[in-house]
């Protein structure tokens, strides 16, 4: 069993940073597909981002728009999410999640096997 804790989440004004962290722990294997979802209140869970333990090639949903940054370190087992030039509209709880594939950047909810408890990015304008 895989468990995954989020961390970092809060309030920010438009224009703000937060670098959000996911703590991995459990049988986690270098070859697993980590990625970041988030989800609005009346909207449905999106892909954010994706990274791959082994080699770190990530990839981005397009509303990204070279705001956010996938990074992992792992010595640590642990994933992050660096926000930058955030948005009212990035106000979301973001998830992080484990894929045990390593040969897609997974941009649906079925294609992920383990999931977190999420943690609740503002954005005020």
């Known amino acids: ?14 224009g703000g940073s937060l670098r959000l962290s996911c703590a991995a722990s459990g049988r986690v294997f270098s ?3 980590m990625g970041w979802f988030r989800q609005a209140p009346e909207k449905e869970r999106e892909f954010v981002a994706a990274i791959r333990w082994s080699r770190g090639e990530t990839y981005y949903a397009d509303f ?20 930058n030039s ?17 040969w897609r950047f997974g941009q649906t909810l079925n294609e992920y096997h383990y999931w977190g408890q999420g943690t609740q990015v503002t954005v005020s304008s």
Do not use: H, W
Not at 73 to 82: E, F, P, R, S
Not at 86 to 101: E, G, I, Q, S, T
């Open 1 to 14: 069993q895989v468990q995954l804790v989020e961390s970092g989440g809060g309030l920010v004004q438009a």
């Open 31 to 33: 070859s697993y597909t």
């Open 64 to 83: 990204v728009q070279g705001r956010f940054t996938i990074s992992r370190d792992n010595a640590k087992n642990t994933v992050y999410l660096q926000m």
């Open 86 to 102: 955030l948005k009212p509209d990035d106000k979301a709880v973001y998830y992080c999640a484990a894929d045990r594939a390593n």
